[in-house]
């Protein structure tokens, strides 16, 4: 699958060259044909100018496809190339936690693994096993995985567990899909969280109803003295007088106006990707137990979590006009800005109370495909049996260091129990034994 995705970016980054300098061709093709018609008044070359533009345009609107084809290959790609990394247990070339998804997993409860002592036993950091189940792509996707290496499970949980990971370990292509949406999202910690934050405050434009009424009514007075003024009433004064309001209003009331905005469109990369693993997740015919609940989270409350993400990545281009030159015009006649966040606050009344759900369901789906991922590489590999009677007893057989090439990795046969039992590991000094009964205790 990595030579087969590197064949096709490779296929695709060529096409996008090419294109690139048919692109060029027609824009330089439109300069000179413009030219020489504007200085023969030649109507004839005026027209090819035209449809020379016309075509530059579409050669530009054709490039940046090809641009995202490439992007989506290459990231297939390193993903699978990742995956050969995985198997051959080479830690230079897997992903790491970024550092401040580490910062934000919550501290370990007491009785629980700290992160200091999980370090000790391989748990977490370089060659260890949250790097050898490393595939998360999001910040909540990494804290889940820590979180769930930190933290014991209850038997019943540990099953469930199981049996999604079984069910996902076959779907290559939907483990692959979720990852490449999250590495194309490219999403950080500080903007997972302030995310969050903007969509569970509560509204500000929402609850000045006065405000949203003057701002509505405005735009429609000015519309109004525009069209008299047209008709030659004697209106250009209140026009006049209405824009200024307007203006006020944006440089006073409308910074604050502002700002919301920002927040969100600063982050409006997130939400067409997010809108999409919520929708790989809810289409899937799943059977475990585990994946129909996340799946029920994702639909709960008739708001559908990718109809819900798509509406809000709709928005964003309303959000890209406060960038043109001409958008104090627009602003001055029409109040754009009041409008779009009242839209905006109607989304968070709608779906705003889900999304930190949401997003904990796609980080607990994130972790069960990183478990998924090892079940499918390393399918002679078992899951452990849990039984909830009889005394504890711990059975293994051809139990190895997970951490190890397989190849190189010994396998023994382990048996702990009944209490008061004792595993002696012994040895030469310096042969090793205190690494061994380390990692014996970790298992």
Same mark, same amino acid.
């Given at each position: 699958?990595?030579?087969?995705?590197?064949?096709?970016?490779?296929?695709?980054?060529?096409?996008?060259?090419?294109? &690139?300098?048919?692109?060029? &061709?027609?824009?330089?093709?439109?300069?000179?044909?413009?030219?020489?018609?504007?200085?023969?008044?030649? +109507?004839?070359?005026?027209?090819?100018?035209?449809?020379?533009?016309?075509?530059?345009?579409?050669?530009?609107?054709?490039?940046?496809?090809?641009?995202?084809?490439?992007?989506?290959?290459?990231?297939?790609?390193?993903?699978?190339?990742?995956?050969?990394?995985?198997?051959?247990?080479?830690?230079?070339?897997?992903?790491?936690?970024?550092?401040?998804?580490?910062?934000?997993?919550?501290?370990?409860?007491?009785?629980?693994?700290?992160?200091? +002592?999980?370090?000790?036993?391989?748990?977490?950091?370089?060659?260890?096993?949250?790097?050898?189940?490393? +595939?998360?792509?999001?910040?909540?996707?990494?804290?889940?995985?820590?979180?769930?290496?930190?933290?014991?499970?209850?038997?019943?949980?540990?099953?469930?567990?199981?049996?999604?990971?079984?069910?996902?370990?076959?779907?290559?292509?939907?483990?692959?899909?979720?990852?490449?949406?999250?590495?194309?999202?490219?999403?950080?910690?500080?903007?997972?969280?302030?995310?969050?934050?903007?969509?569970?405050?509560?509204?500000?434009?929402?609850?000045?109803?006065?405000?949203?009424?003057?701002?509505?009514?405005?735009?429609?007075?000015?519309?109004?003295?525009?069209?008299?003024?047209?008709?030659?009433?004697?209106?250009?004064?209140?026009?006049?007088?209405?824009?200024?309001?307007?203006?006020?209003?944006?440089?006073?009331?409308?910074?604050?106006?502002?700002?919301?905005?920002?927040?969100?469109?600063?982050?409006?990369?997130?939400?067409?990707?997010?809108?999409?693993?919520?929708?790989?997740?809810?289409?899937?015919?799943?059977?475990?137990?585990?994946?129909?609940?996340?799946?029920?989270?994702?639909?709960?409350?008739?708001?559908?979590?990718?109809?819900?993400?798509?509406?809000?990545?709709?928005?964003?281009?309303?959000?890209?006009?406060?960038?043109?030159?001409?958008?104090?015009?627009?602003?001055?006649?029409?109040?754009?800005?009041?409008?779009?966040?009242?839209?905006?606050?109607?989304?968070?009344?709608?779906?705003?109370?889900?999304?930190?759900?949401?997003?904990?369901?796609?980080?607990?789906?994130?972790?069960?495909?990183?478990?998924? +991922?090892?079940?499918?590489?390393?399918?002679?590999?078992?899951?452990?049996?849990?039984?909830?009677?009889?005394?504890?007893?711990?059975?293994?057989?051809?139990?190895?260091?997970?951490?190890?090439?397989?190849?190189?990795?010994?396998?023994?046969?382990?048996?702990?129990?009944?209490?008061?039992?004792?595993?002696?590991?012994?040895?030469?000094?310096?042969?090793?034994?205190?690494?061994?009964?380390?990692?014996?205790?970790?298992?």
């Amino acid at each position: 699958r990595s030579a087969e995705f590197g064949a096709a970016a490779a296929t695709y980054d060529q096409r996008a060259r090419r294109q &690139g300098n048919i692109s060029l &061709g027609l824009f330089f093709g439109a300069i000179v044909l413009l030219i020489v018609a504007l200085w023969n008044d030649n +109507t004839l070359l005026t027209v090819l100018a035209v449809l020379c533009i016309v075509a530059f345009i579409a050669s530009l609107v054709y490039r940046n496809r090809l641009n995202r084809l490439q992007r989506r290959f290459a990231t297939l790609q390193a993903l699978n190339q990742e995956g050969l990394h995985r198997l051959a247990r080479q830690w230079d070339g897997l992903p790491l936690p970024p550092p401040a998804a580490v910062d934000a997993a919550p501290p370990a409860p007491p009785g629980h693994l700290d992160p200091a +002592t999980a370090s000790d036993l391989d748990l977490l950091g370089r060659a260890s096993l949250e790097q050898l189940l490393g +595939t998360p792509t999001t910040p909540v996707g990494w804290s889940t995985l820590r979180t769930w290496l930190l933290t014991p499970a209850l038997p019943a949980t540990v099953r469930a567990r199981q049996a999604a990971a079984a069910e996902l370990a076959p779907q290559v292509e939907l483990r692959e899909e979720m990852g490449l949406s999250g590495r194309l999202m490219e999403s950080t910690q500080a903007e997972y969280e302030q995310f969050i934050a903007w969509a569970e405050r509560p509204g500000w434009l929402h609850h000045r109803p006065w405000l949203v009424w003057a701002t509505r009514l405005l735009p429609l007075a000015a519309l109004g003295c525009f069209v008299a003024a047209l008709l030659g009433w004697p209106t250009t004064p209140a026009l006049v007088a209405i824009l200024v309001i307007n203006l006020a209003l944006s440089f006073t009331i409308g910074g604050r106006v502002s700002d919301d905005i920002t927040q969100v469109s600063a982050r409006q990369g997130v939400f067409a990707a997010y809108a999409g693993m919520f929708r790989l997740l809810a289409k899937q015919s799943f059977t475990a137990p585990a994946l129909q609940a996340l799946q029920a989270q994702l639909t709960a409350d008739h708001a559908p979590a990718d109809r819900q993400m798509h509406r809000l990545e709709r928005l964003m281009p309303l959000a890209d006009i406060r960038r043109s030159l001409i958008f104090i015009v627009i602003e001055a006649a029409t109040l754009w800005s009041f409008h779009l966040l009242w839209l905006l606050e109607r989304w968070k009344e709608h779906a705003g109370s889900h999304v930190r759900t949401w997003l904990t369901v796609l980080g607990e789906a994130e972790a069960l495909i990183a478990l998924a +991922t090892l079940h499918f590489d390393h399918p002679a590999w078992t899951f452990p049996e849990l039984l909830d009677e009889g005394a504890p007893r711990f059975d293994a057989v051809g139990l190895a260091h997970p951490l190890l090439p397989p190849a190189r990795a010994v396998g023994n046969d382990v048996t702990l129990g009944p209490p008061g039992a004792f595993l002696l590991v012994t040895g030469s000094n310096m042969a090793g034994n205190t690494m061994q009964h380390r990692r014996c205790s970790c298992f």
